[in-house]
């Protein structure tokens, strides 16, 4: 006989977890290795081929449709009226065949002086099917599978308050459902979050050419914990500081080239963990554990600026780096390519990316691809298809 567990959350969010990051295999990493352990690790994969192609960057890129998941105050400097872009990412293939993220976000610029947009965003990850209860090999009984996936709705307003500066908030709707319907201890969890951004771009003078400098930053999924099993625990969702830079430099009147920096921190407190098997420290680790469980989103994100168990030198560790630049001619075509860097012993994601992109009057579609710099990865060979529309492009077309 042939017996699958019918309690396949910690699986599940086992793969999640794996999407996200990359367990070093030596002893000596094992000992050291303390990544920052969130719920819904799906809201942190980029969603789009752009950000993706440039090492996971985009804070502070150029705006565009897909500006919701990176700092949706760029929407407000968008130029034309209306856009809309679908993405989508098969993620863990050399794993899996099932697993994938999907994305659908846009905007609308409101009012009659150009100074305000809405967004929104849809972006839905699934597992794919996952077989549960009993399988007998000789049985006639058909083997049962259920879908577990999370899924992410939100809304955003943004706004100029100078011909420089802009700020947005965005207010989102969280699911996630690991739950098989054969128990009763697992139930879908839920929680709403809150995002808060800003973005800068000024021209400077560099030389004899004219270069537009940018500067933004994004607070995303500020809001409650989610829990899997009624609220008998509580956990913290992938809460982000995301700051970043860029200057885009003409070359000539047709080739530009921008080059990115992006810093990232979780803004989540780090997981106790039990530091031995005396009953006096096992009654001290159950303390910190109801602490941590306790601990609202907001008490949580200002502790994880000093919770490190290795002081300020592990936090500084907690700080990912983006670089990624992005080559265009004429605004028609683009190449694109970055680099990501995770530290080892908070989750070791390091990787490369290439990308590039073609736009008509109407539409753009882009394309990105992952390579891992470290062994075992398997993220490596990330694919990344966005497809994205002006909407003022498509009215002219119907005119």
């Known amino acids: 006989m042939i017996r699958i567990c019918r309690s396949i959350l910690p699986v599940i969010i086992m793969v999640s977890l794996m999407s996200l990051t990359y367990i070093p295999v030596t002893a000596q990493d094992k000992k050291e290795f303390a990544p920052i352990n969130t719920a819904v690790p799906s809201l942190s994969i980029a969603p789009d081929a752009r950000g993706g192609g440039m090492g996971d960057n985009g804070v502070s890129t150029l705006p565009d449709e897909n500006s919701q998941y990176w700092n949706p105050a760029k929407y407000a400097f968008m130029t034309s009226k209306a856009g809309v872009a679908l993405s989508y990412t098969p993620w863990l293939r050399k794993l899996v065949n099932d697993v994938a993220l999907a994305n659908l976000a846009g905007y609308y610029k409101i009012g009659d002086n150009d100074l305000q947009a809405i967004g929104a ?21 058909p083997q049962t599978y259920i879908n577990p996936y999370e899924m992410a709705l939100d809304v955003s307003y943004s706004r100029k308050l100078s011909e420089y500066y802009s700020m947005a908030v965005a207010l989102r709707y969280i699911r996630s459902d690991m739950s098989s319907k054969e128990t009763e201890e697992q139930t879908a969890g839920n929680a709403f979050a809150a995002d808060v951004a800003g973005y800068l771009e000024k021209y400077v003078i560099m030389g004899n050419a004219e270069a537009l400098w940018s500067l933004g930053f994004n607070v995303s999924n500020i809001g409650t914990k989610i829990s899997y099993d009624g609220g008998e625990t509580n956990q913290f969702i992938p809460t982000t500081l ?50 941590y469980n306790d601990m609202s989103g907001i008490s949580g994100m200002v502790r994880s600026f000093s919770d490190a168990p290795g002081g300020f030198s592990e936090e500084l560790q907690e700080v990912n780096v983006s670089i990624g630049a992005e080559y265009s001619y004429n605004e028609q075509f683009f190449i694109r390519g970055g680099y990501y860097y995770e530290n ?55 005119r």
Request: hydrophobic residues 30%; aromatic residues 12%.
């Open 242 to 291: 995301r700051l970043g830079t860029g200057l885009l430099y003409p070359l000539d009147e047709y080739n530009r080239i921008g080059f990115y920096l992006d810093l990232s921190k979780y803004l989540v407190p780090t997981l106790p963990k039990s530091e031995g098997s005396t009953a006096e420290e096992q009654e001290h680790y159950e303390e910190l554990k109801k602490k």
């Open 121 to 141: 965003s849809l972006r839905y990850f699934s597992l794919g099917d996952v077989p549960t209860g009993e399988y007998q090999g000789n049985s006639t009984t």
């Open 344 to 398: 080892p012993n908070k989750g070791n994601r390091q990787y490369f990316s290439i990308g590039t992109g073609f736009r008509m009057s109407v539409f753009q579609l882009d394309a990105a691809y992952l390579i891992s710099t470290v062994q075992s990865n398997p993220l490596d060979q990330t694919l990344r298809f966005s497809l994205s529309f002006d909407m003022d492009g498509l009215k002219g077309l119907v």
